[in-house]
């Protein structure tokens, strides 16, 4: 366990939730992230990721904001993230981390009380794998950008360590967290994200289980096998939708502090 990552026991956070919701302020809120670009590009690893990742996220998801091609565009979008979603699935089917990564998030919560994707989550699919598999990982990263997949950012920890890794195609991003185990049966993951103070490190806790296959979009893919235990440890009552929910809502999270990333540390 790292000095970053708090055990289960960990009392008061370093910062209180409230401070984890986002700015109010516009010119604050872009102030912010320009703060998190520069700590992501800070890192030497980051310094291949083209600036043309974090301008797609944007120009991508542009026609949004207009009405008359919103819903069309929406469609079209979604039905190209889960063909990308299918690719992914196929690179990492033939992979060393076959049968060793998971859903969880989103995606995960789409599936269990929808059973589809999340139409405002379309564009962002998270995955966990264990600490002990970084470089299973590596080797599958390699095969998902011969794939056509793009290197999008590496995030560190206080500490240096690589605790979230991305891929990013047609503009959507594929996360994947590292799942560090804290305590028996207690896996540990960091996220990061603008608070009120500016960017911030949270630390969350999960129950670490067994993984079992279920099939999504045309694939079969893994899960924890208690999904539903997951899901109430991130988002309470998770059959009911809450639109205002974020991700500083998360019930897992339980420490925070002021995000200042360690480059070339431990991978």
Not at 21 to 37: D, F, S, V, W
Not at 107 to 128: K, N, Q, S
Not at 145 to 169: D, P
Request: positive net charge; proline residues 7%.
């Amino acid at each position: 366990m790292s000095l970053d990552t708090p055990g289960p026991t960990t009392g008061v956070p370093a910062l209180a939730r409230t401070e984890l919701a986002p700015p109010k302020r516009l010119r604050t809120t872009l102030r912010g992230k320009a703060a998190i670009y520069r700590k992501l590009w800070a890192v030497p690893e980051n310094r291949r990721v083209s600036p043309m990742i974090a301008l797609t996220r944007f120009t991508d998801r542009a026609p949004d904001v207009i009405p008359v091609v919103s819903d069309q565009y929406r469609r079209r979008r979604s039905a190209l993230f889960e063909r990308d979603l299918r690719l992914l699935n196929d690179v990492l089917a033939d992979s060393p981390l076959a049968g060793r990564y998971w859903i969880w998030g989103g995606m995960l919560l789409g599936w269990a009380r929808e059973g589809r994707l999340l139409p405002h989550d379309t564009g962002d699919a998270d995955f966990g794998f264990d600490a002990a598999d970084v470089a299973l990982f590596d080797q599958a990263e390699a095969q998902l950008l011969a794939a056509g997949f793009g290197r999008g950012f590496r995030f560190h920890s206080r500490a240096g360590v690589c605790t979230e890794r991305v891929v990013v195609r047609h503009g959507f991003k594929f996360e994947f967290f590292r799942m560090e185990e804290v305590a028996p049966r207690t896996h540990a993951f960091h996220v990061y994200g603008l608070g009120r103070i500016g960017p911030v490190e949270v630390v969350g806790h999960l129950p670490k289980q067994e993984l079992e296959p279920f099939d999504f979009l045309g694939r079969t893919w893994m899960k924890p096998r208690d999904h539903e235990l997951l899901l109430r440890t991130c988002y309470g009552d998770w059959r009911t939708p809450d639109p205002s929910w974020d991700w500083f809502d998360d019930l897992s999270l339980v420490s925070a502090r002021a995000w200042l990333p360690e480059a070339g540390g431990a991978v």
